[in-house]
Nanobody
């Protein structure tokens, strides 16, 4: 069984910073990619940032230049450094992993979500 455990969410003032962490554990053969999604109230879930096992990254236009995704492959952990936070960044942030739990099983797994609130 695979689990993704997130941490680092909370309340921060506009212009502040937060760092989210997500560690994957359990039966993991390999991880192809990990990423962060977010869902604000009344809106659809959207991709914030993603990173492959080789280190390639992609970001939503709304967070480019402010957020940085990184990955520690040895620890099966992905991070999201969020700087210059805006009220529009307020959402529940979800960790995502595209991985193989065995040589023949590949699937997508999600964390439980962590609330990020940007408010003065």
């Amino acid at each position: 069984q695979v689990q993704l455990v997130e941490s680092g969410g909370g309340l921060v003032q506009p212009g502040g910073s937060l760092r989210l962490s997500c560690a994957a554990s359990g039966s993991i053969f390999s991880i192809d990619a990990m990423g962060w999604y977010r869902q604000a109230l009344g809106k659809e879930r959207e991709l914030v940032a993603g990173i492959t096992s080789g280190g390639s990254t992609n970001y939503a236009d709304s967070v480019k230049g402010r957020f940085t995704i990184s990955r520690d492959n040895a620890k099966n952990t992905v991070y999201l450094q969020m700087n210059s936070l805006k009220p529009e960044d307020t959402a529940v942030y979800y960790c995502n992993a595209d991985l193989r739990s065995s040589w023949y099983r590949r699937g997508v797994y999600w964390g439980q979500g962590t609330q990020v609130t940007v408010s003065s």
